[in-house]
């Protein structure tokens, strides 16, 4: 057995990039977004060049050829400088065409993934609905077979992307029956007439826009469906466990602009004499945020590993995702107590991380719906 704790030039080069994008490019973008709550559409075309959206994907299917590793790096940079702009990449880059990649024909890649990787075409993922997010297989969203393809009725909520999106994968169900197989993926382009979208405002990544759906009678031609008519449950299931280490990877780097808010705030604010961070108190808060960072960034590499090794399973990604959200969620709180008032303050990032942390304890599932998953991994039944 070799244990090697290394990122590898690639992985350096992969950090330096993004880190420069950030720097020159795409900082001087974030107030604006987040208080216009618009996201810069350009944005996924200047990703598309850098090759940033097919990060983890083979060369041979039009990727970077890159690994999960590096999925994890392009991550944890993005939410270090905006988690609204990781959330857009996301939502597009894994979410809304990973099962593209897995599940779809030659011509669905060639439509819609070949596209997407470019920055061509914006994509996002419309599985939670108004009546459940958590349970996913009570999903209501119905697509009734018709002549050269499908009509789907239903709504879908908290929809990343979908304002700004040329296309949604869509779940709906094929048969009436509560049961899995009968769960699958549509394509669908948009404008579609029976897809009617309303943005919602939200508190936490407000740069990345967001919508309910109300789905009615949207005809979907039979090309679109996703790999065929017995359900893609299973790549649903695979999906968004590849996902959840992905999304631990940006809380990471949420939690770690959030450390180093604070620990630049210690370092220069003086009270009676003395840096801030020069109280026992304030410092052992640092103490412990920098022993929490670095326990998520080997479990959120470690998952990454596990994802390039083909060995992930749903209990291991939900331990790493349950730990690195609440990590960043922690971090960012104590972040703000350092600031004392200014962490309150717009002029300070510390309040926006913290209110961006709290949608990562509950998107992508709960931290309850993580601890469901695990506990039923050591053989209970919660
Ligand atoms: C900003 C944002 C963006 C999002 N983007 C997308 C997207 O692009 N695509 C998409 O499909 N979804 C998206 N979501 C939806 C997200 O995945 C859901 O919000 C999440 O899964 C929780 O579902 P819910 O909101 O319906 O909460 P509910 O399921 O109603 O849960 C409410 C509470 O009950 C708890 N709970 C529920 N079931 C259980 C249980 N069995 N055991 C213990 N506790 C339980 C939950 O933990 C939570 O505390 C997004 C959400 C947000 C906030």
Redesign the pocket.
């Known amino acids: 057995m070799s244990l090697n704790f290394n990122f590898s030039a690639e992985h350096e080069s992969v950090r330096d990039t993004v880190r420069r994008l950030c720097r020159d490019e795409l900082a001087a973008l974030v107030t604006d977004a987040e208080e216009s709550e618009t996201f810069p559409r350009h944005v996924f075309k200047r990703w598309g060049e850098l090759g940033l959206l097919g990060v983890r994907y083979p060369e041979a299917d039009g990727g970077s050829g890159l690994d999960k590793v590096s999925d994890c790096i392009v991550r944890e940079e993005l939410s270090y400088m905006s988690q609204a702009f990781a959330s857009s990449w996301s939502?597009h880059s894994h979410?809304g065409i990973w099962p593209i990649w897995k599940a779809g024909t030659p011509e669905q890649r060639k439509r819609f993934f070949v596209p997407a990787l470019a920055g061509d075409k914006i994509a996002?993922?419309?599985?939670?609905e108004p009546d459940?997010?958590?349970?996913v297989r009570a999903l209501k969203t119905r697509a009734q077979k018709v002549q050269g393809g499908w009509k789907l009725s239903g709504s879908?909520l908290?929809?990343?992307n979908a304002p700004i999106a040329d296309f949604l994968l869509v779940a709906a169900r094929t048969q009436p029956e509560l049961k899995p197989e009968s769960i699958s993926l549509f394509i669908v382009e948009l404008p579609n007439k029976g897809f009617d979208i309303h943005k919602l405002r939200?508190e936490?990544?407000r740069a990345s826009e967001?919508a309910l759906i109300h789905i009615e009678e949207a005809f979907v031609p039979d090309d679109c469906l996703l790999g065929g008519r017995e359900g893609t449950y299973p790549v649903i299931l695979d999906s968004l466990s590849e996902n959840r280490v992905g999304v631990a990877a940006n809380a990471l780097g949420m939690a770690r602009a959030a450390f180093d808010a604070a620990r630049t705030y210690a370092n220069d604010r003086i009270i009676a004499n003395k840096r801030v961070g020069d109280y026992q108190a304030i410092a052992h808060k640092l103490a412990d945020m920098s022993a929490q960072i670095e326990a998520a960034r080997w479990l959120v590499y470690y998952g990454a590993w596990r994802v390039d090794q083909g060995t992930l399973d749903a209990a291991t990604a939900s331990r790493v995702k349950l730990v690195a959200s609440e990590t960043a969620l922690a971090v960012s709180e104590q972040a703000i107590r350092i600031h004392g008032g200014a962490g309150i303050m717009r002029e300070y990032p510390v309040g926006r991380i913290h209110r961006d942390a709290l949608?990562y304890v509950?998107?992508?599932?709960?931290s309850?719906?993580q601890r469901?998953i695990i506990a039923r991994s050591l053989g209970f039944k919660?």
């Open positions: 939502a979410l996002g993922f419309g599985l939670s459940g997010g958590s349970n879908k908290y929809i990343t939200k936490g990544i967001t949608v509950i998107g992508e599932g709960t309850e719906v469901n919660p």
